[in-house]
């Protein structure tokens, strides 16, 4: 059974940081590209950041240069660093696996976790 666990959501005050964290279980972790996407209340879900299986690197450009995506092959964890939180930072945040051989994609998702940012 694939699980995705994210946790280190919380409320914030603009300008602070949080680390979220998504362990993976019941997948090869190695060879899966993870990703971060967040929602924010009456918006579609949007893409935050990814890191492939060899390690690249890709961001929103709305989170560009605040936040870093890492992972942990050993740990089978990937994690968000946010720096410089802004109150549109707001969302519930997801965690993404996705895995794609030729035209097969196979996609997993965690249930979120909140982060609030506000004075």
């Known amino acids: 059974q694939v699980q995705l666990a994210e946790s280190g959501g919380g409320l914030v005050q603009p300008g602070g940081s949080l680390r979220l964290s998504c362990a993976a279980s019941?997948?090869?972790?190695?060879?899966?590209?993870m990703g971060w996407y967040r929602q924010a209340p009456g918006t579609q879900r949007e893409w935050v950041a990814t890191?492939?299986?060899?390690?690249?690197?890709n961001y929103a450009d709305s989170v560009k240069g605040r936040f870093t995506i890492s992972r942990d092959n050993a740990k089978n964890t990937v994690y968000l660093q946010m720096n410089s939180l802004k109150p549109e930072d707001t969302a519930v945040y997801y965690c993404?696996?996705?895995?794609?051989?030729?035209?097969?994609?196979?996609?997993?998702w965690g249930q979120g976790t909140q982060v609030t940012v506000s004075s």
């Open positions: 993404n696996a996705l895995h794609t051989v030729v035209t097969i994609r196979t996609a997993y």
């Open positions: 890191i492939t299986s060899g390690g690249s690197r």
């Open positions: 019941g997948i090869t972790f190695s060879i899966y590209a």
